[in-house]
């Protein structure tokens, strides 16, 4: 017994020995798969965001392998204690982590996070449903590095019973500083706001580098107030995107028109016929309708931004920090063109002021009242702005009503649909007969809009001397729980009825009367005014994430979003998605989970790499 108690603990203590060995071999082979997050994270602008960067790889890829050996090795060696046994599953671990490693390298390039529990479900699919296709590298990788690995075992185990020279402070030692160096610097950088530090924090799997801002507060360390004015400036000094990627190459238009873009908000797409809206249908008849026609934001703010922008809205919040203009305004501008709003509820918001009319030379951010009287007063002023202009520069005017949005009336004015719901009260839930008085009441908003949109239109015929290409469309949809999902209104659902909205084009640069049943977005009408309106070369890809409105492509996808979640659109599903790799799958008919589907990996890989298009590096 007493033999087999020192032999065990003989093996035991070399073993261990063995195993650090081996760790330290395997930091070395986790820096270098994991030096492909350096090029894809690209380099910080700073020498020292550099140094950093370089401290931080080795210091938390030493402590994950590391930890990996603790958790997983290390107890089974006390527990097998057999050399060959304990080799195989050393050399088994470290094969596994690698190719782990190795394929969330892979993913961060794409999609730019890491790994998570859905995004690996839909790598096992992938494999499953379409074999080896894209996944042959695993077939070279694994059987060659598990070879590699149990050589490396073995000779580690010769090797280290004929070392005599004790090598493993030397060696851990640097490898320790970097782990503490990272997270010491990463509070001073986030206490002092940084960025070419803090920016680095998602880079690396499982990195959650230190922070202590209430400690440092706290103490009397850090001033509050400083480092929220530090962080205020430096997210509007260093936006992190190119947009647009290239300069624009122009040739500009000798005769260019004038340009009025009415945007009714909360108008669906099935609400343009002839018994609801005459006006605007008799219009659609003469001209360019667009009946397959999406938004790109469920609610207001990310509805104008990517129409404005053709950008997805998690761009928003950085460019109002920035102060980024369109580049369709900015454009207008360099042709000389006029401008005017005439927005229902005033152009006070942060979206108009920092954002889309943040680059004008001539600024005057009104406030206005809402609703209907704001959007009686809206036409008004346009009517009266209108009548003063000359044909000797062009002009391009943005009309905003939004009296569909809370279903507003004028005082005294019921409308043709009747029943009708008097008085709304978001709180309450609806009978059916209510359900009906309710959609009454929204039909008899839109009526009273389209009479609206009809003197609008009318007006904008007046200037005979320069042609005005008018564009008629809405921010998004409403919704009166179409689905049997208890959902109402905007903002809270990608539903078709919160989504689908109608595009009505007046322009003699098409063939017209004609409509258009190929899918079409939001997203799309600033690449074709710059393209086919303003002269603009450039492909759209260096400005935008649309296309042409003319581009027939029955197959493509289409993208709504908010700054965390993401719509994808296709011909029968709609995949959702947010920032933390969540997918769900919905039939686009019902708007209800699909049981027998799964989310297509390959449009996830194209619709991220669209979404990144204008990520700075």
Not at 279 to 307: D, E, K, M, P, W
Request: glycine share 6%; proline share 6%.
């Amino acid at each position: 017994m007493l033999t087999q108690g020192n032999l065990y603990r003989d093996n035991v203590s070399r073993l261990i020995g063995w195993g650090h060995w081996l760790v330290f071999f395997n930091i070395l082979l986790a820096m270098a798969v994991s030096s492909r997050y350096l090029l894809v994270g690209g380099w910080p602008d700073t020498p020292f965001g550099a140094v950093y960067m370089l401290i931080s790889w080795a210091g938390h890829f030493a402590f994950l392998t590391f930890v990996t050996y603790l958790l997983t090795l290390f107890p089974l060696t006390f527990l097998v204690a057999r050399v060959k046994v304990v080799l195989f599953m050393g050399a088994t671990i470290a094969t596994a982590a690698l190719t782990l490693l190795l394929v969330d390298t892979q993913v961060f390039s794409l999609f730019k996070f890491h790994l998570n529990p859905t995004v690996w479900r839909l790598l096992l699919e992938q494999v499953q449903t379409q074999g080896a296709t894209g996944w042959g590298w695993l077939f070279i990788w694994v059987p060659v590095l598990f070879l590699f690995e149990l050589w490396l075992a073995s000779w580690l185990w010769r090797w280290c019973q004929r070392r005599r020279r004790n090598l493993t402070w030397p060696l851990a030692l640097p490898l320790l500083v970097c782990f503490f160096l990272t997270h010491s610097l990463h509070i001073w950088a986030d206490a002092w706001v940084y960025s070419p530090i803090t920016h680095q924090k998602a880079n690396f799997p499982l990195s959650y580098p230190m922070t202590a801002k209430s400690f440092l507060i706290k103490q009397g360390w850090l001033d509050e107030g400083q480092h929220q004015q530090l962080a205020k400036k430096a997210s509007a000094s260093q936006p992190n995107l190119n947009y647009p990627l290239r300069p624009l190459t122009v040739a500009a238009p000798e005769q260019a028109p004038n340009i009025l873009l009415i945007v009714a908000d909360g108008l669906r797409a099935d609400q343009l016929d002839a018994i609801t809206m005459p006006n605007l249908q008799r219009f659609a008849q003469r001209n360019l309708r667009f009946n397959n026609h999406l938004s790109a934001g469920n609610q207001t703010n990310t509805a104008l931004f990517s129409l404005f922008y053709s950008l997805p809205t998690k761009y928003q919040a950085e460019i109002e920090e920035a102060g980024i203009g369109p580049i369709l305004i900015d454009e207008l501008q360099r042709q000389d063109y006029r401008f005017s709003m005439f927005v229902s509820g005033g152009l006070d918001k942060d979206l108009y002021k920092k954002a889309i009319f943040s680059t004008l030379r001539h600024r005057h951010f009104t406030r206005a009242p809402d609703g209907a009287l704001g959007d009686q007063l809206v036409v008004s002023d346009f009517s009266h702005w209108v009548t003063q202009q000359d044909s000797e520069r062009p002009w391009f005017s943005f009309v905003y009503l939004d009296a569909l949005n809370t279903l507003d009336l004028p005082e005294g004015v019921e409308g043709p649909f009747q029943p009708s719901l008097q008085q709304l009260n978001p709180s309450q839930s609806y009978d059916k007969q209510q359900e009906k008085a309710l959609m009454n009441r929204y039909r008899n908003s839109v009526f009273y809009t389209d009479r609206l949109v009809g003197q609008l239109l009318a007006l904008s015929r007046s200037q005979i001397e320069r042609e005005t290409l008018v564009i008629v469309t809405s921010g998004h949809g409403m919704e009166f729980n179409d689905m049997g999902n208890n959902t109402w209104g905007f903002g809270n659902a990608y539903s078709p009825a919160q989504l689908q909205v109608p595009l009505v084009l007046s322009w003699s640069g098409q063939p017209s009367p004609a409509e258009f049943d190929h899918p079409t977005s939001q997203l799309d009408l600033v690449p074709t005014l710059l393209s086919q309106v303003l002269g603009v070369q450039s492909s759209e890809r260096n400005y935008s994430t649309g296309q042409s409105l003319f581009k027939v492509d029955p197959k493509r996808w289409r993208l709504a979003s908010d700054p965390d979640e993401y719509a994808i659109y296709q011909e029968q599903d709609i995949t959702l998605f947010n920032r933390r790799g969540d997918v769900h799958l919905l039939r686009a008919k019902d708007y209800k989970a699909d049981p027998n589907a799964n989310p297509e990996l390959s449009l996830l890989l194209q619709v991220m790499s669209d979404l990144n298009r204008f990520q700075a590096d």
